[in-house]
């Protein structure tokens, strides 16, 4: 969405966002990937100052279902859709559900950071 309606979406603005967040990044933990143009990719706001990165998606029994170093560069965004190995055909579409997330990134002092949770997805 564009909340302060200046036409840049809010997850690409560098200063729209949480204050107490790690590093300048906030992680939503709700998408809807469902082509309404709110909350259709993994939102990390503040991804693209750290392009050394990687973020991981599992499901509930652990296994990798998206992977992708440099996340948030070149369109490279989670929309629902499973690049992991462990499905038959890459890119299916992912049943609704509680996944999990790891983002691993380099901070500006160089420093290797970490940030896991749960993602909630839903169509």
Wanted: glycine letters at 16%; proline letters at 4%; aromatic letters at 12%.
């Amino acid at each position: 969405g564009d909340e302060n309606g200046n036409g840049i979406i809010d997850f690409l603005e560098v200063n729209n966002g949480n204050p107490n967040a790690t590093d300048g990044l906030e992680v939503f933990d709700i998408m809807t990937p469902n082509g309404d143009g709110l909350n259709d990719v993994f939102v990390i706001r503040g991804i693209k100052k750290y392009p050394n990165n990687t973020v991981r998606i599992y499901n509930r029994w652990g296994v990798e279902v998206y992977g992708v170093k440099g996340y948030g560069q070149d369109g490279q965004y989670f929309r629902g859709e499973s690049n992991g190995r462990a499905t038959i055909n890459g890119d299916q579409l992912l049943p609704v559900g509680t996944y999990y997330y790891t983002v691993e990134y380099t901070n500006a002092s160089g420093k290797l950071q970490q940030l896991a949770g749960p993602l909630y997805l839903n169509r």
